[in-house]
């Protein structure tokens, strides 16, 4: 049972590419979650999906697109990455969409945008 | 919106000995769920302990324990004979039933001295 996986673990991308994040779980949760962590601050929710099928804005949408390929998979998309994207990403996953529901939490991607 | 507040940036705790990690929140919705996680330096999320608005109870876990007192609206973290292993940043986080994100605190560094 390896929980919430994310890859890959390390990224540096130069100005204007893009790339895929993608993130798995195998506890057969019905939300999932990314959020950015950014230094000095605690996480901020970019994209989450309620449900398979699904997919919302969080706080800080801009700059990103995710699908919600399956009930396991859920990926995030730079379409033209930025300095200001820099960051640590963190996909997580819940049981339901409900605020006493745990999310748990992948290791994270350390991204890098020169 | 929801607010976590963590007013100690960091914190410093002799091994064996109890710590104590302050959290206050901000919230008009009447449930709500409160979290803290725990990151230590190799970067991951870890749930530590749940507490849910309704809950009479104050929520433990192992050497963790949570004292909320929702008249103060407060939720703060307890950790109890102190282990090396616990030197990490900490975050206090929030959901309402309103909302699908975690809203998270600054954090807490706490360091454990042998």
């Known amino acids: 049972n390896a929980g919430v996986t994310q890859t890959p673990k390390f990224q540096v991308l130069k100005t204007g590419q893009s790339m895929t994040l993608q993130c798995a779980q195998d506890?057969?949760?019905?939300?999932m979650y990314w959020y950015r962590q950014d230094p000095g601050m605690g996480l901020r929710l970019i994209y989450y999906?309620?449900?398979?099928?699904?997919?919302d804005k969080g706080e800080v949408p801009n700059g990103y697109n995710v699908s919600r390929l399956n009930k396991r998979e859920f990926s995030l998309r730079l379409e033209s990455a930025a300095p200001s994207q820099t960051s640590v990403y963190f996909c997580?996953?819940?049981?339901?969409?409900?605020?006493?529901?745990?999310?748990?939490f992948g290791p994270g991607t350390r991204l890098t945008v020169l | 919106a929801q607010k976590i507040t963590q007013t100690q940036p960091g914190m410093f705790v002799q091994e064996k000995e109890a710590v104590t990690l302050d959290c206050t929140y901000d919230?008009?919705?009447?449930?709500?769920?409160l979290f803290w996680y725990k990151q230590p330096s190799s970067g991951e999320m870890i749930f530590l302990i749940y507490?849910?608005?309704?809950?009479?109870q104050n929520a433990t876990e192992g050497r963790y324990s949570l004292n909320f007192q929702k008249a103060r609206k407060s939720a703060n973290l307890v950790i109890s004979a102190s282990q090396l292993g616990d030197s990490a940043m900490y975050f206090c986080?929030?959901?309402?039933?309103?909302?699908?994100?975690?809203?998270f605190g600054e954090g807490t560094q706490l360091t454990v001295n042998p």
């Open positions: 999906s309620a449900s398979e099928g699904t997919t």
């Open positions: 507490q849910g608005s309704y809950d009479q």
């Open positions: 506890m057969n949760h019905n939300s």
């Open positions: 919230t008009s919705d009447p449930s709500y769920g």
């Open positions: 986080a929030s959901r309402e039933t309103s909302g699908s994100r975690l809203t």
């Open positions: 997580a996953s819940s049981e339901a969409w409900d605020f006493t529901d745990t999310q748990y």
